[in-house]
Structures are given as C-alpha cells and as structure tokens.
C-alpha cells in the first residue's frame, strides 16, 4: 500500500522524506513513480522506488539530459509511463529495462 502526504510516502510501511513536494504518485510494474513539484522548477523531479521503498532510478540516470527544465505530470499508459516535461516534451519510458522508448515535441 502506498500513501504520500506532502514530502512525505510510505511505501510498505517505509516513510521516505523527499527533498520536495510530491505532486503525484503512480504505480506501475511493482513500482512507485513519484513526481515532486514545487514553486520552482525542479530538475530531477521523478523518482522511481520498488514496493520496498528503495530507490530504483532518478529520470536523468534514464533521459541524460544536459540540461534538465523539470516535469509536470506522469501518467501510466498500458504499463508505459508516460511523462510530460515543462518544455512541452512528452517522454514514453520503460521502466522494467529504464530505456526511453519514445519522445514527441507538443508544442
């Protein structure tokens, strides 16, 4: 069971303090994804736990980018997750193999 209150998720039990706030929370694959979002912008803003509460990976350990302008929304589609980059940038990614599998510019 998870359950996530301000910088705060408890996944199986384990409470895990974030540095920010937590916007959203979606499990996908037996794992918890995680998007922070405050008033700024945060770079590396998507985090990946297993249902033990250990971390698994940070979204710039899958996407490499230079220059990281943070995210603002996650979604599960069909067991892809789907996030969505303040840029208007709209990443597909794996997480079982943490491979990109697609990225569309919206805008």
């Given at each position: 069971?998870?359950?996530?209150?301000?910088?705060?998720?408890?996944?199986?039990?384990?409470?895990?303090?974030?540095?920010?706030?937590?916007?959203?929370?979606?499990?996908?694959?037996?794992?918890?994804?995680?998007?922070?979002?405050?008033?700024?912008?945060?770079?590396?803003?998507?985090?990946?736990?297993?249902?033990?509460?250990?971390?698994?990976?940070?979204?710039?350990?899958?996407?490499?980018?230079?220059?990281?302008?943070?995210n603002?929304?996650?979604?599960?589609?069909?067991?892809?997750?789907?996030?969505?980059?303040?840029?208007?940038?709209?990443?597909?990614?794996?997480?079982?193999?943490?491979?990109l599998?697609?990225?569309?510019?919206?805008?």
């Amino acid at each position: 069971m998870v359950k996530y209150d301000g910088k705060f998720v408890d996944i199986s039990g384990k409470k895990i303090k974030l540095e920010y706030t937590i916007r959203k929370i979606v499990e996908i694959s037996n794992q918890v994804v995680v998007l922070m979002y405050d008033d700024e912008v945060i770079a590396n803003n998507v985090v990946s736990f297993d249902m033990n509460g250990n971390e698994l990976w940070k979204i710039n350990d899958i996407l490499n980018i230079k220059r990281p302008t943070g995210n603002v929304d996650i979604q599960n589609e069909n067991g892809i997750l789907k996030v969505h980059s303040s840029m208007g940038l709209v990443f597909k990614i794996d997480v079982e193999t943490e491979k990109l599998i697609s990225n569309v510019f919206l805008r």
